[in-house]
């Protein structure tokens, strides 16, 4: 079911918008939540200088700072998702702002507590939770604070760092407006001189259409737009480099990758070895873009063939109710209770925000606080890929809806690094399935379809993620020695990037080195990466699940209820599969290397 893209969010139905009404039922209560946080905050005060007086001190002020971020939480995923249905809608845009405001001053507010923390030890620490069983809870977020001791200034540095929190974001926060609010990209036409309309919700899809002349339109007007507000963009993200380059020197890190990785005990090598690896394997991406080429009878593979299928697609249409049956099924083998509470959520609770709409936020993400739904935005198109979108995100919300009937609010996030091997999961799992599907009735042209598909992800995502991981650290590099990122040399760094990724197969282009500039990840410092190693720890957990019986699937599952209970590469082991190691890319990338050979054979 096909939606047009230019209708307004009033013509939407309802059943196809997420039940956000469920988190506040009037713009007072969240006016209220919003004046709540700043009094308890100011409330709150009166313990500077008190925090570690004695046990109960310490447990008082904990307990106060986790309602205060509770409540503020709640206020500000709602007005960041009420903005993101209509990013050309003032009201939210207001309120958006005026909850990151209140954020930034109730930050600083309360800095003091963790530098008070860090004035005591270790022992200190240790005998209070002895004496005081309600502090239990805290042990791990305490041992967590006491190991940045080295990286956290005195209380009147953190108090100044986080009163400019507000101000530190406004390079991501100009790009989210001009990318989803003020960027207009028009209609081009396809070989028959129709328009298309071309917006970040359907470039993806133009992408993949089988006129050439419609993918080359797209493509050329979609580079050709960045490329006219390049030296701005350059200039936002210089200046998000050079803020989390500043941010690190002033913690004592090594680097802005060290202050990425060290909270959450990421070895540096981590990062490396996945760029080591990866390029250890380009010679089955080249080989992999050259069976496209040939396959597509193309004398010259432009990047605008990149996303358009060797096989002819089949040609089916799903609406969203049909995409939901076929992701259930495919996740059945994670038990009964996974499946009916991911069903309800997104077709009786409304978890999902489901097409696209004027204004709406291109893309897709999970999303909420603690205590409202696991809610999911997408653009849905009916595509096959739309399916893939929704196993992903619905992936993180029940990874956040597990960990959060399980863990207490100190521990109901997850860090990237985990977060991502729960939606890849799901996506390993529903493309497996689908491959048994085809061989079980004899389909070749779709498990043709389907092989090139699962080979498409790994481009996609192990190999294209590591590739931005390599820009974002080469750009982090020449700002941590001084030098400052211009478009040219963005460009210039990401042209070569792309070039080595590709291989001789792939034609020159001279507008793909624009494509960093409208990579909205990059103003999340060191984010993209963690989808590469999800992708591989998912292929090996979902490889255990699928032979290891219901101990497998348990271990699984008990990694999804543990939130950030403990360090993801430990979590990790819990689940399966051991992430301090490069062996689990290598695996991933040999069976990236199968799929290529046996596609090359099916074709």
């Not at 993200?237 to 004592?252: G, H, M, P, Q």
């Not at 890319?585 to 090359?600: H, M, S, T």
Request: hydrophobic residues 35%; charged residues 25%.
């Amino acid at each position: 079911m096909n939606i047009e893209v230019t209708k307004s969010r009033d013509q939407i139905e309802d059943k196809y918008k997420w039940n956000i009404e469920s988190m506040y039922n009037s713009d007072d209560r969240w006016n209220r939540d919003i004046e709540d946080a700043r009094t308890m905050s100011e409330q709150l005060r009166s313990q500077e200088g008190h925090v570690l007086d004695s046990s109960s001190s310490l447990l008082e002020t904990l307990k106060a700072e986790t309602s205060i971020s509770r409540k503020l939480s709640n206020a500000i995923v709602y007005s960041h998702m009420k903005q993101d249905e209509d990013n050309s809608n003032s009201k939210y845009l207001e309120m958006n702002q005026k909850a990151m405001t209140a954020a930034a001053e109730i930050s600083a507010a309360l800095s003091f507590i963790v530098p008070e923390i860090l004035e005591g030890d270790s022992s200190l620490i240790e005998q209070y939770i002895n004496k005081e069983p309600g502090l239990e809870e805290y042990r791990f977020m305490l041992d967590n604070i006491l190991q940045q001791k080295s990286h956290v200034l005195s209380k009147d540095e953190e108090k100044v760092l986080s009163s400019l929190g507000d101000v530190l974001g406004a390079p991501g926060e100009i790009f989210t407006m001009l990318n989803n609010a003020d960027m207009n990209f028009g209609s081009v036409e396809d070989s028959e001189g129709k328009s298309h309309l071309l917006t970040h919700g359907t470039y993806s899809s133009l992408m993949e259409d089988p006129d050439r002349t419609l993918r080359k339109n797209a493509f050329t007007r979609i580079y050709s737009k960045y490329m006219e507000l390049i030296n701005s963009i350059a200039t936002m993200y210089n200046y998000s480099v050079k803020e989390n380059t500043v941010s690190s020197r002033l913690r004592n890190y090594d680097s802005p990758l060290d202050a990425a990785l060290s909270p959450d005990h990421i070895p540096l090598q981590v990062y490396d070895n996945l760029i080591e690896v990866v390029h250890k394997h380009l010679p089955e991406m080249h080989k992999y873009t050259a069976i496209k080429k040939k396959a597509l009878g193309l004398e010259e593979m432009e990047m605008f063939d990149v996303y358009i299928p060797p096989v002819k697609p089949v040609e089916k249409e799903y609406s969203f109710e049909e995409a939901v049956d076929i992701a259930c099924e495919a996740l059945a083998p994670l038990g009964s209770e996974y499946v009916s509470t991911l069903k309800k959520g997104l077709l009786e609770e409304r978890w999902v925000d489901v097409y696209e709409n004027k204004g709406k936020t291109s893309g897709a993400y999970s999303f909420g606080s603690y205590d409202s739904y696991p809610f999911i935005l997408m653009n849905f198109t009916g595509r096959l890929n739309d399916i893939f979108t929704l196993v992903h995100e619905g992936g993180h919300s029940m990874h956040s809806y597990y960990t959060r009937r399980n863990q207490p609010y100190i521990y109901g996030g997850h860090s990237i690094f985990t977060a991502e091997v729960a939606s890849t999961v799901n996506e390993s799992l529903l493309i497996r399935y689908l491959l048994r599907k085809a061989e079980k009735e004899n389909d070749l042209e779709m498990k043709k379809y389907l092989v090139n598909y699962y080979a498409d992800q790994f481009k996609s995502t192990l190999f294209r993620q590591t590739m931005f991981g390599e820009f974002e650290k080469k750009t982090h590099e020449i700002v941590s020695q001084g030098g400052s990122l211009t478009a040219d040399l963005c460009s210039e760094i990401y042209d070569k990037l792309n070039t080595d990724y590709f291989g001789p197969a792939m034609k020159h282009s001279d507008l793909i080195k624009y494509e960093w500039s409208r990579i909205p990840h990059f103003y999340r410092d060191f984010y993209v990466y963690q989808y590469a190693t999800g992708f591989s720890a998912a292929t090996a957990l979902s490889e255990r699940i699928l032979t290891g019986g219901t101990e497998a699937r348990n271990d699984y599952l008990r990694f999804l209820s543990l939130g950030d209970s403990d360090y993801p590469v430990s979590l990790l082991k819990i689940a399966g599969v051991d992430m301090s190691s490069p062996e689990p890319v290598d695996q991933a990338l040999n069976v990236f290397g199968d799929l290529v050979d046996q596609l090359d054979k099916l074709l």
